[in-house]
């Protein structure tokens, strides 16, 4: 059963959270683990696809889009099934990945924008219902 947390961010600031699932893709990428960072659309997943090669000047986290190689050590995509078993889900689509028992640990970003706050709110939600423990950290 994965562990799942959800880090929730004191601003608003979309910004801050794409930043966010970058440090947190680099810290489980150094830490020897797979990684899926699901976008809500297409637009987002290129622009964490950028902000993944500028985020940190002195580091390098190997990516790439899912249809372009899915076995990148850090995976940017949608929906779409993770190739590696057992890593970590960066969630910041509003609802839950359709791949959920796949993945080892999940994080959900949270920040204040009302609409996404709702969203994770009902996600939060769902996980409990579906026999998950969820856990908030503050950030």
């Given at each position: 059963?994965p562990?799942?947390?959800?880090?929730?961010?004191s601003?608003?600031?979309?910004?801050g959270?794409?930043?966010?699932?970058?440090?947190?893709?680099?810290?489980a990428?150094?830490?020897?683990?797979p990684v899926?960072v699901?976008?809500?659309d297409?637009?987002?997943?290129?622009?964490?696809?950028?902000?993944l090669?500028?985020?940190?000047?002195?580091?390098f986290?190997?990516?790439?889009?899912?249809?372009?190689?899915?076995?990148?050590?850090?995976?940017?995509g949608?929906?779409?099934?993770?190739?590696?078993?057992?890593?970590?889900?960066?969630?910041?689509?509003s609802?839950?990945?359709?791949?959920?028992e796949?993945?080892s640990?999940?994080i959900?970003i949270?920040?204040r924008?009302?609409?996404?706050?709702?969203?994770c709110r009902?996600n939060?939600?769902?996980?409990?219902?579906?026999?998950y423990?969820p856990?908030?950290?503050?950030?």
């Amino acid at each position: 059963m994965p562990r799942i947390e959800f880090y929730v961010l004191s601003s608003s600031d979309t910004t801050g959270r794409l930043r966010a699932a970058c440090q947190l893709a680099l810290k489980a990428w150094s830490a020897g683990m797979p990684v899926f960072v699901r976008g809500s659309d297409a637009a987002q997943c290129s622009e964490l696809d950028e902000l993944l090669w500028t985020f940190k000047a002195e580091r390098f986290v190997p990516h790439d889009l899912h249809q372009e190689a899915p076995l990148s050590p850090v995976v940017v995509g949608v929906d779409d099934a993770p190739s590696a078993e057992q890593g970590v889900l960066i969630n910041l689509g509003s609802s839950l990945s359709p791949h959920v028992e796949r993945f080892s640990r999940i994080i959900e970003i949270v920040n204040r924008q009302p609409e996404l706050l709702n969203a994770c709110r009902e996600n939060f939600r769902t996980y409990r219902q579906r026999g998950y423990d969820p856990q908030r950290v503050e950030l």
